[in-house]
């Protein structure tokens, strides 16, 4: 997995094909038919964006909320 940061990365092809699906599609509601495309793919966003613009795209209390799963796991 890529390890994004708070600023974006560039990315470079190997890395693009790496994390992207051949041909984008939905299967069963899922982009690309399988979570661990759908993760894959996006941790590529995520690492390209950086976590500063990604956070600006989700509610704050939402971010907190999720917080809390994210030290259960």
Do not use: F, H, R, S
């Amino acid at each position: 997995m890529l390890n994004p940061q708070l600023e974006g990365q560039k990315i470079n092809v190997e890395q693009y094909y790496e994390y992207t699906p051949e041909k984008l599609e939905i299967i069963d509601g899922i982009l690309t038919g399988e979570i661990e495309w759908a993760k894959k793919l996006l941790n590529l966003l995520v690492y390209n964006l950086g976590v500063k613009e990604v956070a600006k795209m989700v509610p704050l209390d939402i971010w907190k909320e999720a917080m809390l799963y994210a030290k259960k796991d």
